[in-house]
């Protein structure tokens, strides 16, 4: 079968017409682990879209009427190879990261990448540690790859989950996958020990705001971590509205309405959930019952102490999820530079980083979908 050409004009990238050049800088930056960004900010968390590729159309993600049977995935040839995966992830290790997510699209369609996991988990931090590596999926392939992720060396997991109802859950798919199976893989990712295991609902109003307290009755007291995230205006195809979004304060009251809750402390810098843990009889914290997280990416900017770089599928480097334009890193990847080039190109794109999106949101005119103003979409480069 012949591969696809892709168009000029890409819902995935906002200038494919005109990429961001390789970054090779005329003085030379060498890595020390304390890397930073003009506000301040260290890099600490790399996130990797290992794929375009997604089996399920989540209309706030990869909406059926834009990703349909004609649509023009990125070819074999342009993803990064696992070997050039796993160098660039060695070289941001250099500079500080310490913590690899893996995303997509849907990561466990990428054939075979259990053999990245095991390249990725022979790689250290700058103090010798193992990096904290986790993984972002539907849990759509769980049952069958669970026991896999983890003797290839992934310690984490985290599932998308947006409903239990079956009726709910298919129709926020769109693929009519029923429910059941995604339980059944949580279980299953469980049972081979990736945890502590989060699971991340979307809430979308109007839709299966609904679903919020059986989904907090249901992992009360699993072990698992559940997160309710705001409905985020990413890309520029799943139509947002910000009458669509249920604000995370609201959430954390409706949930009070039947289960007391305590606010705790961010587990880390740079945490993106803030933490409410059920509260027993005298008030304090029941760590047994567990905790729940709240992510209020449009209502509540957490750009403050944001740590997170994304390394697109096909090498394209982003320092927001709300970014316009990526840095084109395959182009040295698979050119003849040297580790040391890259980690200064890494060290100088880093250093001069300044987002803060979500924190101008308010003063940023709306997303028209111009070329040369669209945002690069959540199915291209992650949550």
Known sequence: MSERVIPLVDQRIPTLSAPAAAFEPATRMAANGLLADRLGRPLRDLRISVTDRCNFRCNYCMPKETFDKDYPYLPHSAL?????ITRVARLFAAHGVRKI???????????????????????????????????????SLLTRKAQALKDAGLRRITVSLDGLDDAVFRRMNDVDFPVADVLAGIEAAKAAGLGPIKINMVVKRGTNEHEILPMVRHFKGSGMVLRFIEYMDVGATNGWRMDEVLPSSEVVKLIQTEMPLIQLEPSAPGETAERWGFADAEGRHDVAAGEIGVISSVTHAFCGDCNRARLSTEGRLYLCLFATQG?????LIRGEASDADI???????????????????????????HPSQRRVEMSYIGG
């Open 327 to 331: 840095h084109d890193l395959r182009s």
């Open 343 to 369: 980690i200064s190109a890494i060290g100088h794109i880093w250093g001069a980083r300044d987002d803060r999106y979500s924190e101008q949101r308010a003063a940023q005119p709306p997303d028209t979908g």
């Open 80 to 84: 990064l190879s696992f070997e050039e």
């Open 101 to 139: 997510r893996l995303t997509g699209g849907e990561p466990l369609l990428r054939k075979n990448i259990e053999i990245l996991i095991k390249q990725l988990a022979a790689l250290r931090t700058v103090d010798g540690e193992p990096l904290d590596l986790t993984l972002t999926t539907n849990g």
